[in-house]
């Protein structure tokens, strides 16, 4: 009685048995389903893919003499908005109608169909960085299409509406950053020019109160007050003068009073009187001299003097001297009125002039006074101006650094637009022009058969295995003792005659005359599939 009916256990070398056994079950659906793979794929329309390769080039002019103004991305953010600009639904359906693409979709298909199916037939893809020194990269553009000569055509317009979108949006950034530093600098200017005008406003309304007048200044007020010194010296003594020739005249007029000469007493002559003073003058120019040069105003007034002094003793000494014996006479007697009233009123002209040098010496004395007053006004004032010209000073100084720092830039930016439109900037170049398709890249045929082989070797084998496990025949003595389970006492062999093993020789050689036939034909049909795919 059998122990199991369960199925028995499947092992390697129990598979390749079956399949030795099934080799029909395995190599028909095989070779079946290889040829109608292959026959489908032949059937199947061509499609040709031309490819392009542009390289990014760098600008041609080193940028330490020129700076680019447009934004450095990666090329994958640059692909990605120009193929949105490029790839949209205008130009796509200017470029069908153009090269007649897609004649039987567009009687069952509206123009958005035809735009994605396009979308889906080109690729934009970026190239790695090679090896080049300068560091530059590209990416390929490539179009599908029913024809050759069609998807050359299209990805050669492609490409150049690649590049004229580089120069023109490179153009245009470069213009409009130009645009807003050149908006941006009449800004600054303005400000600028604001700023010039309140240090100039500053620096007039308080005019000799500045930093830089200080030293001027400080001069000026030192020379001040030495001619205050000397208006003061001056004013002294013509003081002493004006005592001096008051006493003169108080004497002469004591002697015409009492009509003689006064006991004891001697009365000096006028020439002596104005020798005398002229002496003085000439003492007091020497002594300035000392300090000063001879165009100081103190010396040039006592010259003056000295000039108008010496007129009157030339005056004075036109009339006749008297002789010893009228000098003695003259020392006894008393004066003629006649000469007594001359040199009185010398002496009082003298006296007059002296009046009003007092009064000129006092005038300086307060001019000089009220202008030390002021430059010293100014030196008190003059660190709180330092101070409020500091702060003008300041935002002047950041204004003019802000209105430099933009025209140097739009003058980098006028530059670098200079380049790009000379198309010597970064640049798209293409390295491999549009290739011509000489075999269709689409369907893979090669793939496709081959993937019929093997599904076709699958099912077979999977055929193979389903009628082995259905067969429930015993083949072998392992199996008879795991059905049965007591062990084998005799085994038979199988006996065959000479014809019967002559016609067993004879399938035998037929049926690998068949496998190698069969087999020859897949490889055939694979080898044709492979030089025409």
């Not at 030293?215 to 013509?238: C, D, E």
């Not at 165009?295 to 007129?311: C, F, H, L, R, S």
Request: hydrophobic share 35%; charged share 25%.
């Amino acid at each position: 009685m059998p122990q199991s009916d369960e199925n028995p256990d499947v092992s390697l070398e129990k598979l390749l048995e079956a399949a030795v056994r099934r080799r029909w079950c395995v190599l028909l659906p095989a070779v079946v389903i290889a040829l109608g793979t292959a026959l489908v794929s032949f059937m199947l329309p061509n499609r040709y893919r031309s490819e392009a390769t542009i390289l990014v080039e760098s600008q041609q002019v080193p940028e330490r003499y020129v700076t680019a103004n447009t934004t450095t991305t990666d090329i994958r953010e640059v692909l990605l908005v120009m193929t949105d600009a490029i790839l949209s639904r205008t130009q796509l359906l200017e470029i069908i109608n153009e090269f007649n693409l897609y004649p039987k979709e567009r009687n069952r298909s509206v123009p958005e169909q035809l735009v994605n199916l396009m979308r889906d037939n080109i690729k934009v893809e970026p190239t790695e960085k090679n090896s080049d020194p300068r560091g530059l990269n590209g990416f390929t553009i490539s179009f599908t299409g029913d024809d050759a000569h069609s998807a050359q055509a299209v990805t050669e317009r492609l490409t150049r509406l690649f590049i004229k979108e580089n120069n023109e949006s490179r153009e245009e950034q470069s213009t409009g950053t130009t645009n807003f530093l050149a908006e941006k600098l009449a800004v600054a200017e303005s400000d600028l020019k604001q700023q010039e005008a309140r240090v100039r406003d500053f620096k007039l309304s308080n005019l000799g109160e500045l930093p830089e007048q200080q030293a001027g200044n400080l001069a000026i007020l030192s020379s001040l007050q030495g001619q205050l010194q000397g208006t003061m010296a001056a004013l002294g003594r013509a003081h002493e003068q004006e005592v001096y020739l008051q006493s003169l005249i108080s004497q002469y007029q004591e002697i015409a009073a009492a009509g003689a000469p006064v006991s004891g007493a001697t009365v000096p002559s006028p020439t002596e009187t104005i020798r005398a003073q002229l002496a003085r003058l000439q003492n007091e120019k020497a002594e300035l001299l000392s300090r000063y040069t001879e165009k100081y105003p103190d010396v040039v007034k006592i010259d003056e003097q000295i000039k108008e002094t010496g007129a009157l003793l030339a005056a004075a000494t036109e009339r006749p001297e008297p002789t010893k014996d009228e000098s003695g006479k003259n020392n006894s007697a008393p004066a003629r009125p006649t000469e007594r009233n001359s040199v009185t009123a010398q002496l009082k002209s003298q006296l007059e002039a002296n009046r009003i040098e007092i009064q000129n010496d006092l005038e300086d004395q307060k001019q000089i006074e009220s202008r030390i007053a002021e430059y010293q006004r100014r030196l008190n004032e003059t660190p709180v101006r330092e101070q409020q010209l500091a702060d003008l000073e300041r935002g002047y100084t950041e204004s003019k650094q802000h209105y430099d720092d933009l025209l140097s830039k739009k003058t980098e930016s006028e530059l670098a637009t200079s380049l790009i439109r000379r198309q010597q900037g970064e640049r798209f170049r293409i390295i491999d022009a549009p290739s011509l398709p000489s075999k269709p890249s689409s369907p893979p045929r090669l793939k496709i058969s081959l993937g019929g082989l093997a599904a076709g070797i699958a099912a077979g084998l999977a055929l193979a295995l389903f009628l082995e496990i259905k067969n429930r025949s015993v083949r072998d003595e392992r199996e008879l003792r795991r059905i049965y389970g007591f062990p084998l006492l005799l085994g038979v062999p199988l006996l065959l005659s000479k014809a019967e093993e002559r016609r067993r020789s004879q399938k035998a050689v037929l049926e690998w005359l068949g496998v190698v036939t069969l087999s020859l034909l897949m490889a055939a049909a694979e080898f044709y599939v492979y030089r025409r795919g």
